[in-house]
């Protein structure tokens, strides 16, 4: 009893108390008596009852001299106090075992997959077209090493992307250069032809006005080699091309221009851009013409982009000439269409400046045009805006200019 916090009773057969340690109870004279008939109606001699202090154990013990009775009221967690401290001491490390073995896993898991999906959404981004996708290396293991060689083989591609686009551009800059300076030796014959048409009348000033027409406008086709050029000086080169068939169409047509020379003053553009739309309003808009046809001229800048309209009142296309035009604009045209053309134009067609708003700014269908039959035909550029922040000492664009 003094071991084990417990009670102890000394009892006869009948239940009558002897003894007890608990000193209410032999004041009382008697033991409780649900203990009492448990003890009497018993069925073994250890059982484990339930009160309202909790589970007790209790062992009664018989005496061998006689009648007598040993009952000994032990609380099950005395009994079980070390077991339950061992056994909760047990739980406490196991638990921290666990844990630790979570952080661990979570540690490891963290370490492989947190890169493999840096990795994946890399890839993603590279195979959308972003090729400056590199990934942060943090890891000094062999994911670390295979995110470098990622790394290190975007650059390689990267390398080669960049020095192939150069040389592309560079070769198509070239081509696009001979291309302006070879002006068809056609319309050269019909302009010759022309003055010695009007020669014939000695002393008329439409021969001096229409040969220095004619040399004002190479001379700025000419640019002293530049490709980027002022807005006013693409106007002023057009200007000079329509004062040339001014002398050859006389009141036939007339051109309107409207525009913001204000807005126009601060403008760069491509060379050569203006006119080959315009003589595309001559060269299907004046045949067959019973009118006169009238070419209007617009020029806006508006967030960042600069919009270029011709229209025109002229002959216009049916459905299939149109579907060809625009054909000949994304593909270039067949040999029977070059040849067709050479015999009536300067030969720099919308082709030519599609592509090369595409090689300078990376954009696609830069040129689209419009028509009907009979009622007229209107073709819109649309550009970037260049000013004089984009163009370099030299007069040529820049480079973060070029390719958007």
């Given amino acids: 009893a003094e071991s084990i916090p417990g009670d102890i009773y000394i009892i006869t057969g009948d239940g009558s108390l002897i003894s007890s340690s608990n000193e209410e109870v ?6 409780p008596k649900e203990i009492k008939d448990m003890i009497l109606h018993r069925t073994k001699d250890s059982q484990e009852i339930r009160d309202a ?10 005496s061998e001299v006689n009648d007598w009775m ?4 032990i609380p099950v967690k005395a009994v079980t106090r070390e077991v339950d401290v061992l056994f909760y001491r047990i739980f406490v490390v196991m638990l921290a075992c666990v844990g630790l073995c979570a952080i661990m896993i979570l540690h490891l898991y963290k370490s492989f997959m947190d890169p493999i999906g840096e990795l994946n959404t890399s890839m993603k981004e590279v195979y959308g077209g972003n090729l400056n996708a590199y990934i942060d290396v943090k890891q000094k293991n062999e994911m670390g090493d295979m995110i470098r060689y990622y790394n290190s083989m ?17 070769k198509k800059e070239l081509e696009l250069e001979v291309l302006m300076s070879q002006i068809n030796p056609h319309f050269l014959y019909n302009t010759l032809e022309n003055i010695v048409w009007i020669s014939n009348d000695a002393g008329r000033p439409d021969i001096g006005r229409m040969a220095a027409s004619l040399g004002r406008m190479y001379r700025l086709s000419i640019s002293g080699g530049q490709v980027i050029v002022l807005m006013e000086h693409e106007i ?14 006389k009141d036939d047509f007339e051109i309107d221009l409207r525009t913001d020379m204000q807005q126009i003053h601060e403008l760069y553009s491509l060379k050569i851009l203006l006119q080959p739309v315009v003589e595309n309003s001559f060269l299907y808009g004046m045949t067959g013409l019973k009118h006169p046809m009238l070419i209007r001229l ?3 800048e508006k967030d960042g982009w600069v919009t270029i309209k011709v229209m025109d009142n002229g002959r216009g296309m049916d459905k299939e000439k149109l579907k060809e035009i625009r054909n000949q604009i994304r593909f270039g045209r067949t040999e029977k269409a070059e040849q067709e053309r050479n015999r009536r134009s300067t030969g720099i067609g919308l082709h030519s400046v599609e592509m090369r708003i595409k090689l300078y700014f990376g954009v696609d269908h830069a040129v689209s045009i419009y028509s009907k039959k009979d009622v007229g035909t209107l073709t819109v550029i649309r550009i970037p805006k260049i000013t004089r922040d984009d163009v370099d000492e030299h007069g040529n664009l820049k480079e973060n200019k070029r390719i958007k």
Avoid: C, P, W
């Fill in 26 to 31: 032999v004041k009382a004279g008697v033991i």
């Fill in 53 to 62: 202090s909790g589970s007790k154990l209790i062992n009664v013990k018989v």
């Fill in 70 to 73: 040993t009952v000994m009221i």
């Fill in 154 to 170: 975007l650059e390689r591609i990267n390398t080669y992307i960049i020095e192939d686009l150069k040389a592309e551009r560079k």
């Fill in 236 to 249: 002023e080169h057009l200007m000079a091309f329509v004062k040339i068939q001014k002398n050859r169409y």
């Fill in 298 to 300: 617009t020029i806006k």
